[in-house]
């Protein structure tokens, strides 16, 4: 290492993108993918009159008392005008599952198309889990992803998604990857001194 620099080959970018963690899909954009995915959820708007925070949302309620819901479906995308993604949230309550107790395919569908295109390939290992109904918490260089029961009622499901461009860990990855931190690998074949042979007579 000389000056902060090191001397071996730079991080390719596509290792790059596993590290530093970025939204790669807009609000608009993976709102459109719930929808292509048969999950109606509504276009990308501003959730107030002041327009500041933007959304879009699928809400589904399939059975309720006089109380609250026994079955529901809620999902949120929440960002702000320019299309940036900031949380991606919901909860699921009385899911349907089968004989063994794995989520409904129409319900896994919601978290195959979040981990699918959010592109961390790493939160792949989240769906089987979730198909269980089991709490998970994935963690990886600022992005979390949390799915548990809600310990406040019984058979009820919150789930988020968030990604902290500030986390300590998004600051050191970024530092690691910059390419001011690494030199261009010499070609040694270029710098090799060619050895003179002189002929006897």
């Not at 026994?70 to 991606?88: D, H, M, Y």
């Amino acid at each position: 290492m000389l000056g902060g620099t090191r001397l071996f080959d730079a991080p390719s970018p596509e290792l790059t993108s596993q590290f530093i963690r970025r939204w790669r899909i807009s609000g608009p954009q993976i709102c459109a993918a719930f929808r292509d995915a048969g999950i109606e959820a509504t276009e990308w708007r501003a959730a107030s009159m002041r327009g500041v925070s933007y959304e879009c949302y699928f809400q589904r309620i399939y059975e309720r008392d006089d109380i609250r819901p026994l079955r529901s479906t809620f999902l949120r995308v929440r960002g702000n005008a320019s299309g940036e993604v900031l949380e991606i949230s919901g909860r699921i309550v009385g899911p349907t599952t089968d004989d063994q107790g794995l989520l409904d395919p129409s319900l896994m569908r919601i978290f195959e198309v979040l981990v699918n295109e959010v592109r961390w390939g790493d939160f792949q290992d989240t769906l089987i889990p979730i198909r269980k109904l089991l709490d998970i918490r994935c963690e990886r260089f600022g992005a979390s992803f949390e799915f548990r029961r809600e310990l406040s009622r019984e058979n009820s499901y919150d789930f988020t998604l968030v990604l902290s461009q500030n986390s300590d860990q998004q600051a050191r990855t970024r530092a690691y990857f910059s390419p001011d931190r690494w030199m261009v690998k010499p070609d040694f074949a270029r710098m090799r001194p060619v050895l003179l042979t002189v002929s006897s007579r």
